[in-house]
């Protein structure tokens, strides 16, 4: 092939590649270059390394734990400077929107010691659609047309005190879905774990935890929105 030729290929080839949206959608634009580049990593559980305080595979945040301080309470309120007891303080599990900022900055980061994903860097166009998503609000967006809502079921097993839950998730649109198990007695809501697309094994140690038939829910993310489903209820307690 000549030079003209090549430079005429090229050009036609770089026209047929479309530009990045200027204001993404998390379904449609985000989370496709997410489950292709980070979240083998970056969901649950989290592996390679990759720190526990964050997951791509879902939009917002989620709190594990509520705060049980008192506010008087000097061992939960250290001096500035010191650590704070880890059972003081909510612990927050951060979703995707919360690190839109620094995600695009690590995929377009030419340093081999701080690129994400590691080894190799993602294409422009990939690149640019994250700029664009945390440059407008790291937003839901528009999910796709005729998206359908992910699906759960539950199975429970109980050894002594010790709740064993497996949870599959599925999605007819094969969208990465993620999302968190929850437990309600009397209008209070427990975090008991986290899911995501395929088989979750969830353990959930009930010492401690107030005796009752609890409600159990999937609060799950299919990038387009967030859909809770009931999966029947759980005992806490008797034999």
């Known amino acids: 092939m000549n030079q003209a030729l090549l430079a005429l290929w090229l050009s036609a080839l770089v026209a047929c590649v479309p530009d990045a949206p200027a204001t993404p959608s998390f379904q449609q634009d985000v989370m496709p270059i997410l489950a292709a580049n980070c979240l083998r990593c970056h969901s649950t559980p989290a592996i390679g390394g990759a720190p526990e305080e964050f997951r791509l595979d879902v939009l917002d945040d989620v709190t594990v734990r509520e705060p049980v301080y008192m506010p008087s309470d000097l061992e939960c309120n250290p001096p500035q400077g010191q650590a704070k007891n880890a059972g003081c303080f909510p612990v927050v599990v951060s979703g995707a929107a919360s690190y839109a900022g620094s995600m695009a900055a690590r995929v377009a980061d030419d340093d081999d010691g701080f690129l994400m994903p590691p080894r190799f860097r993602i294409d422009d166009r990939h690149i640019e659609t994250l700029e664009n998503w945390a440059a407008t609000g790291a937003l839901r967006g528009e999910p796709r047309p005729g998206n359908a809502e992910p699906h759960a079921a539950v199975t429970i097993e109980r050894t002594g005190m010790i709740l064993h839950f497996t949870v599959l998730v599925d999605d007819v649109d094969r ?50 929105a967030v859909v809770v489903i009931s999966l029947g209820t759980a005992t806490v307690g008797g034999s």
């Open 175 to 224: 969208d990465a879905v993620g999302g968190s198990l929850h437990a309600r007695l009397a209008g209070t809501e427990v975090f008991v774990g986290f899911v995501q697309s395929g088989v979750a094994d969830v353990r959930w140690d009930t010492t401690g935890v107030t005796a009752g038939t609890y409600q159990l829910s999937a609060r799950l993310d299919d990038g387009g």
